[in-house]
């Protein structure tokens, strides 16, 4: 790989996770246009790594590509068009960006969660599911110290599609556990893209009947 195509690359990245931040903190709102000359200008990059990372944003339903060389930030709910992949999509972010700038405490309390979380689906007789999966958010909304995580997870609650039936249960949690502990062995190696990548895989699981466990 020549160096050209490196440097690219990087800087691809590099407005990739800038982007990403700002559209989950809130600094770029739904709806908020973006211009691959805006970019450009704003950044100090030239337009092909911009043009490269919209279409990166765009594939994991962050903004979507409009004519003329721009996009359109989405609201987590086009993104996905479904309550638990929006959330995914929203919580997969929020770790992504935070994950290299946790305390050790809170990487002690995260491995906790997930573990925690992995003991509850091996033993579904013993926990009420939909309890856990719903703490579990409001723990990741502490872990990253992301209020807007939060704030959406308080409203969204009741709407989670969480249910401990016995047939959307044993439809779920093998896939489930081994993303959860995909993402037990990116948090201890403090890996964005594998946390991202277990989060998003946790979300779209096959559902059993009118709803799925989403923990």
């Avoid at 004519?67 to 929006?86: I, K, L």
């Avoid at 979380?117 to 719903?134: G, H, K, S």
Wanted: overall charge neutral.
């Amino acid at each position: 790989m020549d160096e050209e195509t490196v440097r690219r690359r990087l800087l691809r990245d590099d407005v990739v996770e800038w982007t990403s931040a700002r559209i989950i903190d809130g600094s770029l709102r739904p709806g908020a246009q973006l211009t691959i000359r805006s970019l450009s200008q704003k950044l100090q990059v030239s337009p092909a790594p911009i043009r490269d990372a919209l279409s990166i944003l765009a594939a994991r339903g962050l903004i979507e590509l409009t004519p003329r060389r721009s996009a359109r930030v989405c609201t987590f709910e086009e993104a996905a068009g479904d309550a638990a992949v929006a959330l995914g999509v929203l919580m997969g972010g929020v770790v992504s960006v935070s994950i290299h700038e946790l305390s050790p405490a809170a990487l002690r309390y995260a491995t906790e969660t997930v573990r925690e979380t992995i003991n509850a689906l091996a033993r579904p007789a013993d926990y009420d599911l939909r309890a856990v999966a719903i703490e579990g958010y409001q723990r990741w909304a502490t872990i990253c110290a992301n209020q807007k995580l939060g704030a959406i997870l308080a409203a969204r609650s009741a709407a989670l599609a969480v249910e401990s039936t016995t047939a959307n249960h044993e439809a779920a949690q093998p896939l489930i556990t081994i993303a959860l502990h995909a993402l037990d062995i990116a948090i201890d190696s403090r890996n964005p893209v594998a946390a991202r990548a277990a989060i998003t895989a946790m979300h779209h699981q096959p559902r059993s009947g009118t709803a799925t466990l989403r923990a």
